[in-house]
């Protein structure tokens, strides 16, 4: 087998110890010669001697220097494409039954066990199937009450069996009451106040429970109808005095953010969403994580993408610091405000933080 292996040697005693530390984040790969396979980093299987590795950037690489794909780590993304597949259509299933289907129903339509069915659809959705049901009924439920239908119709038709249940569970589902949603924020008030802070314009929003936008570097009029596409039905009220404190908070925050943005938070999301946030806040100020160490904090390490999808919904920026998570290779990836905005917020932390 010819030494085709593309990696400058330079830098090869630092990914042999990402292969030794087995790195989850690691973009590249490493081939044993004495096995004929490459590998993922983070493989589970036993260690290779140093000299019997060699590494390579991408599968068809390591291919063409003769190296077949482990089926272990499976570093060509297979399983996962067929995982990916499977969980798409149970997805489907459940979104167009009345009923929500049972794990061996699931299992069997899916033609693996109910273990490895319950397994690949948690590790893509973050959620078993049961709560991934929940949560559609939830939708239908929020949708009908939106539309103004009684709480009784909206939940007979979203296929819950009483009330008495829906209130049990919906307001960790919904982040709200049945009625609460059924007026889309209707009898609520939202005090807003704009602001100019180092990124453009700034948009707060505060109901009585605490801060429940924070919106900034777009106009005007964009910032305030993301926030009212939330609470399509409430009295807002804008240029409110009474917060010039929490609006202070955020510009200093801005212009200084040695700290957490200590505010009182009004979040409403699912259960996993909530989770994903409280745990966005213990990231410090001039620190990053990766999806993937995200998802390992939050308590399922294979949730990147249900985790990067509550990253991208999160109401609060930077009481909720989303922006200092990355790419598996510390690149910047999407960002609701922009990816120069987040460069330029993460630049900022890092000096105050080495500066501190």
């Not at 296929?159 to 569970?169: A, H, I």
């Not at 209707?186 to 919106?215: H, N, S, W």
């Not at 699912?270 to 410090?284: D, G, K, N, S």
Request: hydrophobic share 40%.
């Amino acid at each position: 087998m010819q030494d085709t292996h593309i990696i400058d040697r330079v830098s090869e005693e630092h990914l042999w110890d990402q292969v030794l530390s087995h790195q989850p984040d690691a973009d590249f790969l490493y081939a044993v010669t004495t096995m004929g396979v490459y590998c993922r980093p983070a493989c589970p299987s036993p260690r290779p001697l140093r000299k019997n590795v060699r590494f390579f950037r991408a599968p068809p690489e390591a291919e063409a220097a003769g190296f077949r794909a482990c089926k272990r780590c499976d570093p060509k993304g297979e399983r996962a494409r067929i995982a990916q597949e499977v969980v798409r259509d149970a997805s489907a299933f459940i979104e167009a039954s009345e009923d929500i289907p049972s794990l061996e129903a699931l299992a069997k339509r899916s033609g693996y066990s109910r273990f490895h069915f319950l397994r690949m659809f948690r590790d893509h959705t973050g959620l078993t199937p049961r709560s991934y049901a929940e949560g559609v009924r939830a939708r239908r439920l929020h949708a009908a009450l939106a539309d103004g239908d009684r709480v009784a119709d909206a939940v007979a038709g979203a296929g819950f069996g009483s009330e008495s249940r829906v209130y049990e569970k919906t307001a960790s589902l919904l982040g709200m009451t049945p009625g609460a949603a059924r007026r889309g924020g209707q009898g609520e008030r939202i005090r807003t106040a704009f602001a100019d802070c180092p990124f453009g314009r700034l948009l707060v929003g505060t109901t009585e429970k605490g801060v429940c936008f924070i919106g900034f570097a777009e106009p005007d009029d964009a910032l305030m109808g993301d926030l009212c596409r939330r609470f399509p039905h409430a009295t807002v009220t804008t240029d409110d005095p009474a917060l010039t404190d929490t609006v202070q908070a955020v510009l200093d925050f801005l212009r200084e953010p040695k700290q957490a943005l200590d505010l009182p938070l009004d979040l409403r999301g699912t259960a996993f969403q909530q989770r994903v946030w409280r745990t966005l806040c213990e990231i410090q100020a001039g620190e990053t994580r990766t999806y993937a160490q995200l998802a390992e904090m939050v308590g399922n390490p294979k949730a990147i993408r249900a985790v990067a999808r509550s990253c991208a919904t999160n109401p609060v920026s930077l009481a909720v610091p989303c922006h200092r998570v990355v790419g598996s290779d510390g690149g910047l990836t999407g960002y609701r405000w922009g990816v120069p905005r987040k460069k330029a917020l993460l630049e900022q932390e890092r000096k105050l933080a080495g500066a501190s």
